[in-house]
């Protein structure tokens, strides 16, 4: 392995990372991480998320990843690699010189399998949702059962963040929601319909899955009506996540949502 491949693992072994839980927090493959680390060049629109991830410049990036045959202006022509986001694909709206704005929030994950519940969506979901939470670095709200556990521990076993060590539950149903900008609901039952009430009593933005059943569906059926309960809303969104028909899709609206409207008030 030679000099600057070695640096390359190195700098992602300072930074806590698997090569694994590096590619989600990057949004690729694990193999296109080890591509990497053998010698492979890095995409240039992968290059602001790969440096934030590893915590170092651009420039600090560049001495870790770029031969010393490759030429200034190179990145700009190369194709694109097969399995990575190209320029101006949604998933990376968010990356910059800048931190992602949800990284400056709270939300609140609401939910549980209830009988009326789709089960398979939530086992879509609780993955989709911890590799959103592990890119973003959301701090997350849940309680001691349901949902948000499932998240948090999906997250903690699959990704090996170095600076999780624990996940504390919150008990009771107000303490879910206090401090959150935005309570992502999936599944629920009674328990979840009154965090959602008192979400929208304490003026939490409500995001709702409604393909996953519960009180998700039920939330959004009931705001279809009565508008006043998403006003914040904008139509475009609230009809997107009406349609959308996997938990990947639901992850991705979320994100555009937060990104678009951050933590101001509606």
Avoid at 82 to 108: C, F, K, N, Y
Avoid at 166 to 190: C, H, K, Q, W
């Amino acid at each position: 392995m030679g000099r600057r491949r070695a640096g390359l693992v190195a700098r992602r072994e300072v930074a806590g990372f698997t090569q694994e839980s590096l590619a989600a927090a990057v949004e690729v493959d694990r193999k296109t991480v080890s591509r990497w680390e053998h010698g492979e060049r890095v995409s240039p629109w992968l290059r602001p998320r790969l440096a934030s991830a590893l915590g170092i410049s651009l420039t600090d990036l560049a001495a870790l990843v770029d031969d010393d045959r490759e030429q200034p202006g190179e990145a700009s022509v190369v194709p694109d690699e097969p399995g990575e986001p190209a320029p101006g694909d949604d998933s990376v709206t968010a990356v910059s010189g800048h931190r992602p704005v949800e990284e400056q929030l709270r939300i609140a994950i609401c939910g549980s399998r209830a009988e009326d519940a789709d089960a398979d969506v939530i086992d879509a979901a609780v993955p989709a949702l911890a590799r959103f939470a592990m890119v973003s670095g959301l701090r997350v709200n849940h309680g001691p059962v349901g949902v948000g556990i499932e998240v948090m521990t999906y997250m903690a076993d699959r990704y090996r963040p170095a600076d999780f060590t624990m996940t504390p539950s919150l008990f009771g149903r107000s303490n879910v929601v206090r401090d959150a900008s935005y309570a992502l609901v999936i599944g629920g039952g009674e328990g979840t319909a009154d965090e959602v009430d008192l979400t929208v009593f304490t003026g939490v933005r409500v995001i709702p899955f409604p393909l996953s059943g519960g009180t998700a569906r039920r939330f959004y059926d009931h705001a279809r009506r009565q508008r006043h309960q998403r006003e914040w809303m904008p139509d475009h969104y609230f009809d997107a996540f009406g349609e959308c028909r996997d938990a990947d899709e639901y992850v991705r609206l979320v994100r555009q949502l937060i990104n678009e409207k951050g933590s101001a008030s509606p």
